[in-house]
């Protein structure tokens, strides 16, 4: 499929991994194969997505490759244990790859965009063992904020990029306090991702297979989901923003030096 890519269109500037599935349930309720189902499409699906980029892009030390990632890269939740899982790897490979890409010196670039919870489908086809139906976890934020991130990820060389202030503060936590945060999600984590609807028996999922039709981006939440975030601009601004408070701060010192003297 890349190689009739560049036939077609040309070379492959920018290739975005963002393959995954999911099980909705305590770890001891997913089977086996289900486990290693969502683990070859989430984690496997960026491994060989990266595998089939650098097969163009190295040669020719050019190119960009974004994977998706999540704050669920750095901190587990209940009922996620797979995709949590998943993605914690694909943190670690990525970093590996980015320092081998290093190494040699190589034009190619490797980034990781780490979302907050997003009004997508998934949560309408996502195999569940829940009594309810399941949500994303508050905040909700709608899929237009991620995509500007990903394409503003793929024209700038920055390692990570950070989506909302729910994203930092959520790898923060977990840094500086993560024994707090596993009591936290213990007594909260269950419910915050389930909604107050009963689960449809015998719902369509799409763990082995992709649910006929057009879901199209957003899911269920609009009407509670975010369209803008603050973090945002932040990150994508980070060198503007610490000029301005650079800036700021070196006022203030002369203001206060000035004082002094008088």
């Known amino acids: 499929a ?7 269109l040309g070379p492959v500037d920018v290739w975005v991994n963002d393959a995954m599935t999911s099980v909705f349930a305590p770890f001891t309720e997913i089977e086996p194969e289900e486990f290693r189902r969502v683990t070859d499409v989430t984690y496997h699906g960026v491994v060989n997505g990266t595998r089939a980029a ?11 490759i974004v994977q998706v990632g999540s704050a669920l890269a750095y901190r587990g939740i209940p009922l996620q244990s797979a995709y949590c899982g998943a993605k914690h790897a694909i943190q670690g490979f990525t970093e590996s790859v980015r320092t081998e890409l290093m190494h040699e010196d190589s034009g190619v670039r490797i980034s990781m965009v780490q979302l907050p919870a997003m009004n997508t489908p998934q949560f309408r086809i996502v195999k569940s063992r ?7 976890v508050p905040p909700i934020y709608q899929p ?17 990029v950070y989506v909302t202030g729910i994203t930092v503060a959520t790898i923060l936590a977990d840094k500086v306090a993560s024994g ?3 009591r936290y999600l213990a007594r909260t984590g269950f419910d915050s991702q ?9 719902a369509p999922h799409n763990l082995w297979r992709p649910v006929p039709g057009d879901h199209g981006a ?4 609009g009407d509670v989901a975010h369209r803008r975030s603050v973090q945002l601009p932040l990150t994508l601004h980070k060198g503007a923003v610490l000029t301005t408070l650079g800036a700021i701060a070196a006022s203030a ?6 004082s002094g003297r008088r």
Do not use: K
């Open 253 to 258: 010192v002369t203001v206060v030096v000035r």
């Open 2 to 8: 890349a190689d009739r890519i560049e036939a077609e």
């Open 54 to 64: 650098l097969r163009l892009m190295r040669p020719r030390s050019s190119g960009h």
């Open 180 to 182: 707090l945060l596993d």
């Open 218 to 221: 957003h899911g269920d939440f």
């Open 144 to 160: 237009e904020i991620a995509a500007r991130a990903i394409v503003w990820s793929s024209e700038h060389n920055r390692r990570e």
């Open 130 to 136: 829940m009594p309810r139906t399941p949500q994303p």
């Open 194 to 202: 389930l909604t107050d609807q009963p689960a449809p028996e015998d």
